[in-house]
């Protein structure tokens, strides 16, 4: 039995403890104004991820409405302006016939000035042509060039230690 009394009856040791840092109240002072900052700052953070979640959420409430809207109405919300711009395309249509017509007699009228002119510059441009003589010069061909011999090729033999 006095071996076990030995082993229970150890004093335990007594852990030391540290001291507490000891802060002037400057340092303190400094330590709140860190805190306080510290606080602010994450403040707006959490405001700002709050707002940046609160935007996506309408988002998604505004998609969720128009896909209800599709379903229940079954059209398309450009169908409504489809017609009125159908409308307006064809009175534009009738414009720009109706200024074409104004205009053609004109544009024929000065188109016929062109094609005159053209004529009459390819008239006189034949008469100069006709003046014209022209001398055949023969064309001398050049004496053909002989073939170049192609050098063969050298094989090193592993017996011998040479090329052959």
């Given at each position: 039995m006095s071996?076990?009394?030995?082993?229970?009856?150890?004093?335990?040791?007594?852990?030391?403890?540290?001291?507490?840092?000891?802060?002037?109240?400057?340092?303190k002072e400094a330590?709140?104004?860190?805190l306080?900052?510290?606080?602010e700052t994450a403040?707006k953070?959490?405001?700002?991820?709050?707002?940046?979640k609160?935007i996506?959420?309408e988002?998604?409430?505004?998609?969720?409405?128009?896909?209800?809207a599709?379903h229940?109405?079954?059209k398309n919300?450009?169908?409504?302006n489809?017609?009125?711009?159908?409308?307006?395309l064809?009175?534009?249509r009738a414009?720009?016939?109706?200024m074409k017509?104004a205009?053609?007699?004109e544009?024929?009228?000065?188109?016929?000035?062109?094609?005159?002119?053209k004529?009459?510059?390819?008239?006189?441009?034949?008469?100069?042509?006709?003046?014209?003589?022209f001398?055949e010069?023969?064309?001398?061909k050049?004496?053909?060039?002989?073939?170049v011999p192609?050098?063969?090729?050298?094989?090193?033999?592993?017996?011998?230690g040479?090329?052959i």
């Amino acid at each position: 039995m006095s071996d076990t009394e030995e082993i229970f009856d150890k004093p335990k040791t007594e852990k030391k403890v540290k001291k507490k840092r000891e802060l002037t109240e400057e340092q303190k002072e400094a330590l709140r104004e860190r805190l306080k900052k510290g606080r602010e700052t994450a403040l707006k953070n959490r405001q700002k991820k709050a707002l940046v979640k609160k935007i996506d959420k309408e988002e998604e409430e505004k998609k969720r409405d128009e896909k209800i809207a599709m379903h229940v109405l079954k059209k398309n919300p450009v169908d409504d302006n489809l017609a009125e711009l159908k409308a307006e395309l064809k009175e534009l249509r009738a414009e720009m016939a109706a200024m074409k017509k104004a205009k053609e007699p004109e544009k024929v009228e000065e188109i016929k000035l062109q094609i005159e002119e053209k004529k009459e510059e390819i008239q006189e441009v034949k008469v100069v042509e006709k003046k014209v003589e022209f001398e055949e010069i023969p064309i001398e061909k050049p004496p053909p060039t002989p073939p170049v011999p192609i050098p063969k090729r050298k094989v090193f033999n592993t017996k011998l230690g040479r090329f052959i």
